[in-house]
């Protein structure tokens, strides 16, 4: 639902989508039920940053491409990407909330109006076709309408170099949208749509440290032709979709083919939003992990 920064998109006015019966609730209110169906609160594992009852523990324990921000700066390899506007809310790597209790995390900090503060990592020749990982995140005080993005990984379309260039990128995104959990298939940005659009109805957590997973499966071994829609946990939890919808500017066209992947080149990490966020919110992030098995909360 990348509109550049426009009002509309994915069933709001002045976009081009239109989600099945879809149902949007106020700050605090739910989106049906569910498999893994989340409601905000405080609580988890004492002592350990955790939540829903999962046990889990701080750091990367040595993994390769995991970064717990606790240097106190931007991990090495990682480049500012998006920083606009520049006057609404900021990134940086603080000790306001880090998982665990200790240390430090990157901090999303009062993002208000539509913001967009990423950084950018690109990743080790050969990677793959397949991504799994795993990120800490902790959102107040509100849950944005705005589709607003946490993570993104990109690939060339076939017959493109691995250097190609973000732009002829085609990505697989996971974010939230109209309070709720969302992925996405992408097509190269600019315009980045039709987009291939899953929404749980499994609200964002508020006010607590979740664990929150994601597989990109480009290879799809189960289908010869297209690579696979992304998949999302919540502590543990696999989400649902009751909604699967297309979202294009104009409306009506067809769903993306998904390019198998020969490697996943770039990633981005950080909040992207495409609408308004009315309410000043600050996310924060730790405990990034990416790999090609699934890395999990433990």
């Not at 076709?129 to 309408?145: E, I, K, N, S």
Request: charge should be negative.
């Amino acid at each position: 639902m990348t509109t550049g920064g426009s009002a509309g998109h994915a069933g709001e006015s002045g976009g081009g989508g239109t989600p099945a019966a879809a149902g949007t609730s106020g700050a605090g209110g739910t989106l049906g039920g569910g498999a893994g169906a989340t409601t905000a609160g405080s609580g988890g594992a004492a002592g350990n940053g955790g939540s829903g009852g999962i046990t889990v523990t701080a750091g990367c324990d040595g993994q390769e491409l995991c970064w717990d921000f606790d240097d106190g700066m931007i991990p090495q390899g990682f480049t500012p990407w998006r920083t606009t506007p520049a006057d609404t809310g900021e990134l940086l790597v603080d000790d306001t909330k880090p998982f665990g209790g200790s240390g430090y995390s990157l901090h999303a900090k009062d993002l208000v109006g539509g913001p967009q503060h990423t950084l950018k990592y690109v990743l080790p020749a050969n990677f793959g076709p397949v991504m799994w990982g795993r990120m800490r995140l902790y959102t107040t005080p509100a849950r944005p309408d705005a589709h607003a993005g946490f993570f993104n990984a990109r690939y060339p379309v076939p017959g493109q170099p691995d250097t190609a260039p973000e732009e002829q990128l085609n990505w697989y995104e996971v974010a939230s949208y109209q309070q709720a959990y969302m992925s996405i298939f992408h097509p190269p940005w600019p315009p980045g749509f039709p987009e291939d659009v899953q929404l749980s109805d499994t609200l964002l957590v508020l006010d607590q440290w979740t664990c929150v997973e994601w597989l990109f499966d480009g290879k799809n071994d189960a289908d010869a032709t297209q690579a696979a829609l992304p998949k999302m946990w919540l502590d543990g939890v696999e989400l649902a979709w009751p909604q699967h919808f297309t979202y294009s500017e104009p409306a009506g066209a067809p769903a993306p083919f998904r390019d198998k992947v020969g490697n996943f080149t770039v990633i981005e990490l950080g909040i992207v939003t495409w609408q308004a966020v009315p309410t000043p919110t600050s996310w924060w992030i730790d405990d990034v992990a990416i790999g090609t098995e699934r890395i999990g909360c433990q």
